[in-house]
């Protein structure tokens, strides 16, 4: 009887896996059949799951309707500056706050914290004020710099639970050999925080790549856009080919699969970590 029952527990948890899993996934599929598809048969009724010709070159024209080329590397551009903006100021925000003692770190820590609270649209129209004031406006700078500035308090909050986590022993045996603050950050806390700090590009990595308020907002010039504006381009100019936006979104997801499947270990690893120390 006992038996029977974990065997029917089973099937439902497997079913309700499977049913969770096609959920995830017919949103997916449905983009890449789209992206093959031509515009009639993408909204034929009934739908059609399967092309009845694989039209390849959509992703072609893709790169023929808009200099998607441009925008892709005026993403990684973008990106690439964040994620190593992000990945350097914020470990070391985080070592600060976690293994060096000094008067009011927690009351600083306590504030980088609230600074979560705050709504992007608070601080949007100020930020936007001060870089036209400086006047550097329409370029790459404002979506780049602020990353270098601490790279974010969520990654800061991360990174100081990880450091908190490694034992002082560390720190105290490196101090009788005189080695500094420097030193032990390289070449102690950041080896043992590896996959922490993979987690932690992964995800500015994710947040740069997919953000559309910031570059709608600093860049004006078509050709400065990124992938997610140039994205939105086919509901504007282009909001006939629904074939070709999804090829497009196909193409700007690409990247994102890349790095999650390449970092993938790494994110076990931290969380993993994560609940060990826990």
């Known amino acids: ?16 896996l499977i049913l969770g899993v096609l959920f995830c996934l017919v949103p997916l599929y449905w983009m890449i059949r789209s992206s093959l598809m031509n515009t009639v048969e993408v909204f034929m009724m009934p739908p059609r799951w399967i092309p009845s010709k694989f ?3 959509n992703y072609q024209e893709v790169f023929d309707t808009l200099p998607f080329g441009k925008y892709f590397l005026n993403s990684f551009i973008v990106t690439g500056g964040c994620v190593v ?5 914020s470990s070391i925000c985080a ?21 979560m609270m705050l709504p992007v649209a608070v601080t949007l129209i100020p930020t936007f004020l001060m870089w036209r004031t400086i006047g550097i406006t329409d ?30 022993d560390f720190d105290e045996a490196a101090y009788l050999d005189g080695a500094s603050h420097i030193q032990i950050f ?16 992964m995800f500015a990595f994710l947040n740069s790549w ?26 504007g100019s282009y909001r006939g080919e629904w074939n070709l936006m999804m090829a497009a979104a196909c193409l700007v997801l690409a990247p994102v699969v890349i790095v ?4 993938q270990k790494y994110l076990v690893e931290g969380v993993t970590m994560s609940g060990v120390k826990g």
């Open 1 to 16: 009887m006992k038996n029977t029952k974990k065997i029917i527990s089973k099937i439902l948890i497997y079913f309700a």
């Open 55 to 57: 039209m390849w070159e």
């Open 85 to 89: 903006g992000t990945m350097l100021t």
């Open 95 to 115: 070592y600060g706050l976690a293994r060096i003692k000094w008067r009011g770190r927690n009351v600083v820590f306590a504030c980088i914290i609230s600074s």
């Open 139 to 168: 370029s790459f700078i404002p979506l780049i710099v602020p990353a270098w500035f601490g790279g974010g308090a969520f990654y800061i909050f991360l990174l100081r639970q990880f450091y908190l986590g490694i034992p002082k």
């Open 186 to 201: 390289t070449k102690i806390i950041l080896p043992i925080t590896k996959p922490a700090l993979a987690v932690v590009g």
């Open 210 to 235: 997919n953000d559309f308020l910031s570059p709608l907002v600093y860049l004006n010039s078509e050709k400065k856009y990124t992938v997610a504006l140039g994205l939105q381009l086919f509901t």
């Open 260 to 263: 999650f499947a390449i970092g």
